[in-house]
Every structure is written in structure tokens, then in C-alpha cells.
């Protein structure tokens, strides 16, 4: 027997479709990795970042120099964006070079770009 559910105006719940949804819903630590790779992306600094990666991989002065920046402030991001995974980097002598990850971070940064331009 179906129950009650608070705000629902017609008091019936559609057992098949629930039974279906159920079944394709992810695990929740899997929807716990995906939310918190979205407040990845909720910081201004690190999209700007993001998007000068897009161009070309750079060293944290570089960044700092185009953003206008302390060095600090982008090393803090790109630690966060690291841990994410969204950025990787390389040593070069005492430089050290950051980049995208892959394409993955740009379809994401792509796909969200045109959602909010529509």
C-alpha cells in the first residue's frame, strides 16, 4: 500500500518507475565524488585558472603574473585543483609546469560555458 507523501496532491506513488530509478541510481559515494567535483569548479580563481591552462601550461609565477595574483594565492588553487585532478604538472629544472588533467576538464568547463550563454 502506497504512503502518505507531505505535498503531494494526488497520493499515489508509481511503484515501476520508482523501481526503475532506484536501479540506475549511482552508489552514494559515487554522487559524493560528483558533488564534490562541482564545488571544485565553484571558485572564481580556479575557473580562471582552469581557462589559462586551456591555452597553455604555465608555472605559478606565470599565472600569478596574468591574474594579478600573489603567487601564493594560485599555489593554494592549483593545490585544490590538483587534488581534484583537474590539473596535473611537471618539472622542468626548478619549474615547475601545471596543465589540464585531459579533455575531460575542458568539456566540463565547455559544456557549463554554453549552459550559462544560453
Known amino acids: 500500500m502506497s504512503e502518505a507523501i507531505p505535498n503531494c496532491d494526488y497520493m499515489h506513488i508509481h511503484q515501476d518507475l520508482v523501481d526503475k530509478v ?10 559524493y565524488d560528483l558533488a ?3 564545488k571544485v569548479f565553484g571558485d ?13 601550461e604555465m608555472c605559478v609565477c606565470d599565472i600569478a603574473s ?4 600573489s603567487t601564493s ?3 593554494h588553487q592549483l593545490r585544490v585543483l590538483k587534488q581534484a585532478q583537474l590539473v596535473k604538472y611537471r618539472r622542468e629544472g626548478k619549474t615547475i609546469f601545471y596543465s589540464l588533467s585531459d579533455d575531460h576538464v575542458r568539456t566540463i568547463i565547455d559544456q557549463g560555458m554554453e549552459h ?3
Not at 532506484?22 to 554522487?31: A, G, K, R, S, V
Open 22 to 31: 532506484t536501479e540506475n541510481m549511482p552508489e552514494e559515494e559515487i554522487l
Open 36 to 38: 564534490e567535483l562541482y
Open 44 to 56: 572564481t580563481t580556479r575557473i580562471k585558472i582552469l581557462y589559462v591552462l586551456f591555452e597553455s
Open 66 to 69: 596574468l591574474l594579478n595574483m
Open 73 to 75: 594565492a594560485i599555489s
Open 116 to 118: 550559462v550563454e544560453e
